[in-house]
């Protein structure tokens, strides 16, 4: 199951950082992450079916230009939750 885009969204806004989603015409979407002063950083084109795919891309790129974010301080604990789940389901 992948990364649901709006709940994405929903953690990137609350930890301080902009980034949006825009429909096109083409059957095309945009994400995009945007600096504190207002410039867009990064963005990526995605056709309609690659929801997941964008949700993975906002996360990665996220967590390169922001890396001291409380956003990436959150995904590191989900990470290691995540891995000691799987660790104890393992044994």
């Known amino acids: 199951m992948g990364r649901d885009l709006f709940v994405v969204l929903r953690m990137l806004h609350r930890s301080g950082i902009d980034a949006g989603v825009l429909a096109t015409r083409d059957e095309l979407f945009v994400v995009w992450l945007k600096e504190p002063w207002g410039g867009i950083v990064d963005a ?8 997941t795919q964008a949700s993975d891309w906002l996360v990665a790129h996220a967590l390169h230009h922001f890396p001291r974010s409380d956003f990436a301080k959150t ?3 989900l990470a290691q939750a995540s891995a000691a789940v799987s660790k104890n389901a393992g044994q």
């Open 44 to 51: 990526g084109y995605f056709r309609l079916e690659e929801v």
């Open 75 to 77: 995904m590191a604990v």
